[in-house]
C-alpha cells in the first residue's frame, strides 16, 4: 500500500494530507487535506465556501522563528497589518508581544482595537498620511512616523505642534536598489512614489531637527514585497548604515533602524530548507551592515509570517470544456483573491480530496471564477488530479494579501473567515450578507 505517499505540495504543519480508508469510489484509500487536525471539508460543510482558513499554530511557528532569527540584535516586530488585519490575527500577535506597521488610520483603529497598549510599538508608514490620521496617531502615541516627503514633514510638525506633542520622527529614504519582483511591489527605485531619494535625506533631517515638536529618532527604508534574492536587503542596509553614520556626525540621534518588510515566500514549492533557514539567511544580510551601530531593528514583515499559513478553500460548480479547452468553475472570484489577476501571481491548488492511487487520472485545466472577466482565473493550463463538481480545491499560501484585498465586485459578499488551533476552529469573520452591502447605500 502506498501509505507513505504524501502529496509534495502542502504547508506542513497547518496543512498537511492524511490517509483515510475507503475513500475515492471504495477503491482503496485516498488522502484528505486537514487544517491542523481538522479535515477541510469538515470546515467546508459546516461555515461554506469559498472560506478563508488559517493555521494558528503556523502563524505563531513563523512569528517565533523569525523572532529567533534575529535574536543577536535589539529588534521590535512590527508585523505589517496590510497583509492580513483580521482583529483576531492582530490579538493573536499582539499577546506575543510584537507591534504593528501601519499605513491608514483604519489599520491603527484596528491595532488598537485588538490592543490598547500596542500602540507603543506601532510605526506608522505610507506616503499620503492625512493630517487626520497623523493627529490619531499623534494621540495614540506610537513609536515612529515614517515621513516619506518635506510636504509630510511640515504636516505632521503642524499637527504635533497643536496638540504639544512630540512626534518621534524617521524618514523612509530611498536607496536606489533594485530588487526582483513584480513591478507593482518593488518600492526601492528613484521612479517609485515612495520615501526621498537618499542623497537628500541629510539635509531633510536637518529641516526637520530644527522643528520644535519633531525628534528625530531613526531612518527607515523598504524596498518591495515578495523579494526572494536575499542581496539587495544588505545592500539596502548598507546604504542606510553610511546614512546613518553621517547623520551622527551631523548631530543626529538614530536609535531606529526600520527595515521594512517584504521577504519573499515560496508560492511555487516549498523552500526545501524550511522557514527558519531562509530566514536566518535574511536576518544576517539585514544585521551583517548594522553590527557597531548600537541602534534597535524595526521589522516590518506581512507576507512572510501569514502568507503559508492560509488558504482558500472554494468549491467546484461546474466543470466545462470550450472547443477541447478544460474548465473548473469554482465558487471563489477575483473579488475574493485578487493576486492572480493583479499579479499574474501563481497559487499552488490542490483537491482536498485525492486518490492515494499514484496511477489516479490526472488533467490540464483553467481554474476560474464566476465574475464576468476573462481576467477572473486562479490557474490556467494547470495539471491536477481529476476533480468533479462539487469537490473542494484548497488555494495555498492566501493567507496574505487575500481576504484584505476583497472587494464586493459583482455584488458578491466577502467570505467568512475560520482561525484553527488543533482540533478547535472559531469563526473570525462572519460571511458577509447581500444585505450587508445594501445597507449602506440610501
Ligand atoms: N512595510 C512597508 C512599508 C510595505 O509597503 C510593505 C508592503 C510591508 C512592510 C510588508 O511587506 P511584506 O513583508 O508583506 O512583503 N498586494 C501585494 C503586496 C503589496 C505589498 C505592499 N507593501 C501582493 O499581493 O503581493
Not at 523598504?222 to 534574492?229: L, P, R, V
Not at 492560509?310 to 474548465?327: A, M, P
Not at 488533467?363 to 476533480?387: K, N, S
Request: charged share 25%; hydrophobic share 40%; with cysteine.
Amino acid at each position: 500500500m502506498s501509505s507513505q505517499r504524501q502529496s509534495p505540495a502542502v504547508r506542513p504543519p497547518g496543512f498537511v494530507y492524511r490517509e483515510t480508508k475507503g475513500g475515492i469510489l471504495r477503491r482503496g484509500g485516498s488522502f484528505a487535506l486537514l487544517c491542523e487536525e481538522i479535515p477541510l471539508h469538515k470546515l467546508a460543510e459546516q461555515y461554506g465556501t469559498p472560506l478563508y482558513v488559517y493555521s494558528a499554530t503556523m502563524i505563531r511557528e513563523r512569528y517565533e522563528a523569525f523572532d529567533a532569527a534575529f535574536r543577536d540584535v535589539p529588534h521590535t516586530i512590527c508585523y505589517s497589518v496590510k497583509a492580513n488585519s483580521n482583529l483576531t490575527v492582530l490579538r493573536m500577535l499582539a499577546r506575543k508581544g510584537c507591534g504593528f506597521d501601519v499605513v491608514s488610520g483604519g489599520e491603527l483603529e484596528r491595532v488598537l482595537a485588538a490592543d490598547r497598549k500596542a500602540a507603543k510599538q506601532v510605526v506608522f508608514s505610507g506616503v499620503g498620511k492625512t493630517r487626520e490620521e497623523l493627529t490619531a496617531a499623534l494621540k495614540a502615541g506610537i513609536m515612529l512616523f515614517n515621513v516619506e516627503s518635506e510636504s509630510e514633514l511640515w504636516a505632521l510638525a503642524e499637527c504635533a505642534g497643536r496638540l504639544r506633542k512630540t512626534a518621534p520622527v524617521a524618514l523612509r529614504v530611498n536607496p536606489d536598489v533594485a530588487a526582483e519582483t513584480h513591478p507593482y511591489i518593488s518600492t526601492g527605485l528613484r521612479k517609485h512614489k515612495f520615501g526621498v531619494p537618499i542623497h537628500e535625506a541629510r539635509a531633510l533631517y536637518a529641516k526637520a531637527s530644527g522643528a520644535r515638536y519633531l525628534k528625530v529618532r531613526g531612518v527607515s527604508v523598504h524596498i518591495g514585497s515578495q523579494i526572494t534574492d536575499i542581496a539587495p536587503f544588505g545592500e539596502a542596509m548598507a546604504r542606510v548604515a553610511d546614512l546613518v553614520g553621517e547623520l551622527r556626525l551631523d548631530g543626529h540621534n538614530i536609535d531606529y533602524i526600520d527595515a521594512g518588510g517584504g521577504l519573499g515566500i515560496a508560492y511555487e514549492k516549498p523552500s526545501s530548507r524550511g522557514f527558519s533557514a531562509d530566514v536566518a539567511a535574511y536576518a544576517r544580510a539585514l544585521a551583517d551592515p548594522l553590527r557597531r551601530l548600537d541602534v534597535r531593528l524595526l521589522l516590518e514583515p506581512g507576507r512572510s509570517i501569514i502568507g503559508p499559513a492560509g488558504i482558500l478553500l472554494t468549491s467546484v460548480i461546474y466543470r466545462k470544456q470550450n472547443d477541447g479547452k478544460r474548465f473548473l468553475v469554482v465558487d471563489a472570484a477575483m473579488n475574493d483573491l485578487i493576486r492572480p489577476a493583479l499579479y499574474g501571481a501563481y497559487h499552488e491548488i490542490i483537491p482536498v480530496t485525492q486518490s492515494v492511487n499514484p496511477a489516479a487520472k490526472s488533467e490540464v485545466t483553467d481554474i476560474v471564477g464566476p465574475v464576468c472577466e476573462t481576467g477572473d482565473f486562479f490557474a490556467r493550463d494547470r495539471e491536477l488530479p481529476a476533480v468533479e463538481e462539487g469537490e473542494l480545491l484548497a488555494i495555498l499560501d492566501a493567507g496574505a494579501y487575500g481576504m484584505v484585498l476583497a472587494s464586493n465586485y459583482n455584488t458578491r459578499p466577502r467570505p467568512a473567515e475560520v482561525l484553527v488551533t488543533g482540533k478547535s476552529a472559531k469563526i473570525i469573520r462572519r460571511r458577509e450578507k447581500v444585505s450587508d452591502l445594501l445597507r449602506a447605500e440610501l
